[in-house]
């Protein structure tokens, strides 16, 4: 079972950083997509995990390279096999191993994989009432194969029917926070009843676009509303991360979208609702930051914004996969001028080894 752990970042940073380089400690804020169903000692995805202690990979079915093969999932079996492999290359075991598993449309585990694969949507759970038995099932079927990390669940107000990301695939419990909230902290028990982390997602809310930020900017600043935070506010102490969205609201930060903002992240979502836990990225490859930020402007923008886990899912564009090495590397010119800070790094390093503690 997960349990919450409340300790000082700063105090313990020291005791935490022994041993470790900073290298190390940037490796353990990158959550990186690869393409391979096994994990064999010399693949590129171990060495990498073993290399730069990797903190994170995310798992993807579909292949964007090859339609005919799986990227990552192919069969129960395998996905255990391949996890059990991620595992063997991280240097405490406590690899974070992700998939976006929230039901209805958005499950990486399908059934012709051998996976239940028929889990509802958020819409028809409330429809149906408590579903508690539900989501323990869910749980119970990542914890079977090795995922510890559920990017679920959506906390996203449905406040607009002509959003078509969220309210158009039925991924939100409702338009009432307290509603949103119930069902999610159903969510967030069973998971953790199964040792499975998860992740609130897309603060500072979704629900009130009508853009897609996969495709593009989206603009929320005259359509979202205050409301649309509280679902955080009541699940700040329950939650284990948070995942901002690439939305930009020129009202919150007239520069840069969520994800890149530390008035968004520091000012909002840490100060103002009390999130103490870790913040995870949309993933930085969505044409919302792609298309406008450069990879090295991208990194530094985050880890300043108060990010501590920097996604990128080499999913949404075969041409533009970035790797550890490159990540890295960028990250530690950004040091070295100056413009990212080794404190800020440590600061994310510890919330990390924080979180990773129960697994």
Known sequence: MIKRIVVGVAAVASVLSAGVSLEQKIGQMLMVGFHGTSAKPDSKICRDIKRYNLGAVILFDYNPVDKSKPKNIASKAQVAKLTRELQACSRDGKLLIAVDQEGGRVQRLKSRYGFYGKFPKAADVVKAGNMKLTYEQMAKELKSVGINYDLAPVV????????????????????????????????????????????????????????????????????????????????????????????????????????????????????????????????????????????????????????????????????????????????????????????????????????????
């Open 156 to 359: 996203d107000l449905d406040i607009n029917k002509k959003n078509h990301v969220i309210h158009g695939l039925g991924r939100s419990f409702g338009e009432d926070p307290k509603t949103v909230a119930k069902y999610a902290s159903i969510f967030i028990d069973a998971m953790h009843r199964y040792g499975v982390l998860t992740s609130l997602k897309h603060f500072p809310g979704h629900g009130s676009s009508v853009g897609d930020t996969h495709k593009g900017f989206v603009d929320v600043t005259h359509l979202w509303k205050p409301v649309e935070l509280e679902p955080y506010r009541l699940l700040k102490d329950k939650a284990d991360t948070v995942m901002v969205a690439h939305v930009f609201n020129k009202k919150i930060d007239p520069k840069n979208p969520a994800t890149l903002s530390r008035k968004t992240v520091e000012g909002l979502l840490r100060k103002k609702i009390g999130f103490e836990g870790v913040v995870i990225t949309d993933d930085l490859q969505m044409g919302a930051i792609s298309k406008k930020y450069s990879l090295k402007e991208t990194l530094r923008l985050a880890i300043n914004a108060g990010d501590d886990i920097l996604l990128f899912g080499n999913q949404l564009d075969p041409r533009k996969v970035v790797s550890t090495k490159e990540l890295v590397e960028t990250v530690m010119v950004l040091i070295k001028e100056g413009r990212v800070s080794e404190a800020r790094i440590e600061e994310s390093y510890a919330r990390i080894r924080r979180l990773k503690k129960p697994l």
